[in-house]
């Protein structure tokens, strides 16, 4: 049985420390490798993938092994405004500035928050439907880093259903790429969705374009009232 898989979802969701998680504590899947670079096989913060004519032989989703993992909207938003990385790049409409004094207001440290809010609702709503046509791993950053034990818990669980064997101890990385180390407080931002950069303004405008579709699969909720808001900061 083949060892290969991809880690797909957004920039700055998890991504590289799951495929990390991954490499360091399962039995065989070095051997072959994460497929995850457009040169090797999919890009993993790609979607509608089969649209593009270029991956048409890559886009066979079904030939390895695959897992989906989404951050909530708003702690994404305010992760990406942060620290670009390759977004700009990749999803250039984000930038977008427009000569609509409605389009303008909406720029948040140089990024569009009308535009991160359509991604991440386009992006979702892709791999909902194509968690339902294959067998797709799904789960959810919050889960992923809400503490150690439960660290070690969600590789247990992905193990399970692609039938892998880890390492014990599992030995969770501290730190990969980009991204900060973890500590408890931000574990804690993560869990309870603090704000950290976004007005109650933008919430309302980013709860516009994000559907409940696209939440429900992964039990996430949006702040409606100033009083959800303000608990949340």
């Known amino acids: 049985m083949s060892n290969q898989f991809t880690v797909f979802g957004l920039q700055r969701s998890g991504t590289n420390f799951l495929e990390q998680l991954i490499k360091n504590n399962v039995n ?3 051997n072959v490798g994460c497929l995850n670079t457009w040169s090797r096989h999919i890009w993993k913060h790609a979607y509608n993938i089969e649209s593009h004519p270029r991956n048409t032989k890559k886009a066979k989703l079904n030939t390895h092994k695959i897992i989906y993992i989404k951050k909530h ?20 409409h984000v930038t977008n500035t427009n000569t609509n004094k409605d389009t303008q207001q909406w720029m948040h440290k140089g990024l569009n928050l009308v535009e991160l809010a359509k991604l991440w609702n386009d992006h979702t709503s892709y ?4 968690r339902t046509k294959q067998n797709i791993y799904s789960l959810k ?21 692609f039938n892998w064997t ?6 969770i990385p501290k730190k990969v790429s980009q991204s900060d180390q973890f500590n408890d407080n931000k574990r804690e931002r993560y869990k309870n969705i603090k704000l950290i950069s976004l007005s ?19 039990n996430y909720d949006l702040i409606e009232t100033i009083e959800e808001y303000n608990k949340h900061k």
């Open 200 to 218: 109650f303004e933008q919430i309302l405008e980013i709860n516009k374009h994000i559907s409940n579709q696209t939440l429900e699969p992964f």
């Open 127 to 130: 791999w909902i439907d194509q």
């Open 141 to 161: 950053y919050e889960d992923l880093i809400l503490s150690e034990d439960q660290t070690r818990f969600q590789l247990k669980k992905i193990c399970e259903h």
């Open 28 to 30: 065989n899947v070095n």
């Open 166 to 171: 880890h390492n014990k101890p599992i030995n």
């Open 73 to 92: 909207p708003y702690s994404w938003i305010e992760s990406i405004c942060d620290k670009h990385v390759d977004i700009k790049k990749t999803y250039e």
